[in-house]
């Protein structure tokens, strides 16, 4: 039965940790005048291969809202940044994996 608690609670836990995420996904996206579908076009322009993580961020450098992707091709992953207002690619470089 403790065992039950404890992965319950663990479980409740999760799913609001992810819905608090998905919420500020949501209201960044709001503020975002190019769509994902857009900067994964100009991210795979800028390195052609598959996308294996995309995600929406704050971050310093151009207008402080970027679309992050992380593309692979040929064994290298390249993290591509998109500016979020203006389409304008941030970031351009070999993803090393230490972050």
């Given at each position: 039965m403790?065992?039950?608690?404890?992965?319950?609670?663990?479980?409740?836990?999760?799913?609001?940790?992810?819905?608090?995420?998905?919420?500020?996904?949501?209201?960044?996206?709001?503020?975002?005048?190019?769509?994902?579908a857009?900067?994964?076009?100009?991210?795979?322009?800028?390195?052609?291969?598959?996308?294996v993580?995309?995600?929406?961020?704050?971050?310093?450098?151009?207008?402080?809202?970027?679309?992050?992707?992380?593309?692979?091709?040929?064994?290298?992953?390249?993290?591509?940044?998109?500016?979020?207002?203006?389409?304008?690619?941030?970031?351009?470089?070999?993803?090393d994996?230490?972050?």
């Amino acid at each position: 039965m403790r065992k039950l608690l404890l992965v319950a609670s663990s479980l409740a836990l999760s799913v609001a940790a992810f819905s608090a995420m998905a919420g500020n996904t949501e209201k960044l996206a709001a503020q975002a005048h190019v769509s994902m579908a857009q900067a994964r076009a100009i991210a795979l322009k800028t390195s052609p291969g598959k996308i294996v993580k995309e995600e929406l961020e704050k971050e310093s450098g151009g207008s402080g809202l970027r679309y992050s992707f992380d593309i692979s091709a040929g064994g290298v992953v390249h993290e591509i940044g998109v500016d979020a207002r203006d389409g304008k690619v941030l970031e351009n470089s070999i993803d090393d994996g230490k972050d």
